[in-house]
Structures are given as C-alpha cells and as structure tokens.
C-alpha cells in the first residue's frame, strides 16, 4: 500500500483546507485510515480516523466539531476536510492505514505541511 498525502498550505486564522490523502496498491488490505500532525517541537497527534467503508469517522477532541473526514471509493482517497482553521492546528498532517487487526498503523504516507497565521 502507498500513501500520498496532500493539500497542505498556508492559510490565515478562521481559513479552511482540504488535505487529500490517496491510496494505491493493494488497498483490499486496509481497514481504516487515520491522519496524524506534529508540530515543531511536539509529539505526532493523532487528529482522526475513518473506516475503509467510509464509516465510523472518530475525531480527537481537538479538532471535533471542525474536521470533517470522508472517503472518495472511486478515488480510493480520504479526504481530511478542516473549517476554521487556527494558529494551534500549524503542523506537518501525515496519513497512514491499518488492517484490522493488528490496529498498528502499517502503512504511511509523507506528510504535508499546514501553517496558520493569525
């Protein structure tokens, strides 16, 4: 499986971004696809997942309410969605897919970078 990641940008505070992250290869294989951001200095965070199916979106609390994710079948890509943007959501979003079982994450793709002026 190979996972690329894109759609990052530079925005200003209150903006939004859609972040694209578009799998290839064996795909039957996964079952779910999650993104993750680290910022300078910080631990990678996990911001949220979704079910190959396109269900079962869960959210960090962090960014509930404003992220929004969402799977193209004909594309086999998640889309991770991002409304009011702000300065705290500033870092490198990488996405990565599992299998069911384990719940590792196996496969990742490069990250892409998310800055937010105030």
């Known amino acids: 499986v190979q996972l690329q990641a894109s759609g990052g940008g530079l925005v200003q505070a209150g903006d939004s971004l859609r972040l694209s992250c578009a799998a290839s290869?064996?795909?039957?294989?996964?079952?779910?696809v999650g993104w993750f951001r680290q910022a300078p200095g910080k631990e990678r965070e996990f911001v949220g997942s979704?079910?190959?199916?396109?269900?079962?979106?869960f959210y960090a609390d962090s960014v509930k309410g404003r992220f929004t994710l969402s799977k193209d079948h004909a594309r086999d890509t998640v889309y991770l969605q991002m409304n009011n943007l702000q300065p705290e959501d500033t870092a490198v979003y990488s996405c990565?897919?599992?299998?069911?079982?384990?719940?590792?994450?196996?496969?990742w793709g490069r990250g892409t970078q998310v800055t937010v002026s105030s």
């Open positions: 990565a897919a599992r299998k069911n079982k384990p719940t590792t994450y196996l496969w």
């Open positions: 290869g064996s795909t039957f294989g996964i079952y779910a």
């Open positions: 979704i079910s190959w199916s396109g269900r079962n979106p």
